[in-house]
């Protein structure tokens, strides 16, 4: 199978840093994703990280380890509009355009 | 450009009965994603059409079935509709195996 863990919520405080884990156990896939969906909306794309390393995109950082089966999402200069689920996924693969997303993480930021 | 386009956003069905959801993709993708998000099971993926063929499908039992058109358009069929069928369906579209995997707001489906 495909395990992709992720805590279920956490909280932190406007302005601070928050890092959301995500650890799986699989392989064969060719990178490893990060979506943001606000409640009632759609998942939309912050990140995929191919390689091993940390990906930087204004706020939002990635990082993956393949031999680790490991990735993080590092949301720096916390806003109150980052309240939002954050979900990990992998793929696709050889087989076709799916992904494996794991059960996503509610983070809560407070003034 | 547009994004992609599911219709309808709500639905209510009564056990027993048939859905079909449509969603129409970013202009130029020609393949489409199909997923479940229900709060106790995250986002599960139903299965994926690409140029008009089925190329991958998930663990979902055969009253779940899909199709895609020419115009790279897909519809969702879910047929005896059970009380546990509740759920956010999205469709994701893409170029291919790319990471511009981008989703549709979602139908809610609720089944009473």
């Known amino acids: 199978g495909q395990n992709i863990d992720q805590p279920t919520e956490m909280t932190a405080t406007e302005g601070a840093i928050v890092q959301i884990n995500c650890t799986y156990q699989t392989s064969g896939f060719n990178g490893l994703f990060w979506y943001q969906q606000h409640a009632g909306e759609a998942p939309t794309f912050l990140s995929y990280n191919v390689l091993d390393g940390l990906e930087e995109k204004g706020r939002f950082s990635s990082f993956l380890s393949r031999s680790k089966g490991y990735s993080y999402l590092l949301l720096k200069e916390l806003q109150m509009k980052d309240s939002a689920s954050y979900l990990c996924?992998?793929?696709?693969?050889?087989?076709?355009?799916?992904?494996?997303f794991g059960g996503g993480t509610r983070v809560l930021v407070k003034p | 450009k547009a994004g992609v386009t599911q219709t309808p956003r709500y639905l209510i069905k009564t056990r027993g009965q048939q859905v079909t959801l449509s969603c129409s993709p970013i202009s130029g993708h020609r393949s489409v994603s199909w997923y479940q998000q229900t709060p106790g099971q995250g986002l599960q993926f139903l299965f994926e059409?690409?140029?008009?063929?089925?190329?991958n499908k998930g663990n979902f039992p055969g009253r779940f079935s899909g199709r895609q058109f020419s115009n790279s358009r897909s519809e969702m069929n879910v047929s005896t509709l059970e009380l546990g069928d509740s759920a956010l369906y999205l469709c994701?579209?893409?170029?291919?195996?790319?990471?511009?995997?981008?989703f549709g707001s979602g139908t809610r489906l609720t089944v009473v």
């Open positions: 996924a992998v793929g696709p693969g050889a087989a076709g355009n799916k992904l494996t």
């Open positions: 059409y690409f140029s008009e063929t089925q190329r």
């Open positions: 994701a579209s893409s170029h291919d195996r790319d990471y511009g995997y981008t």
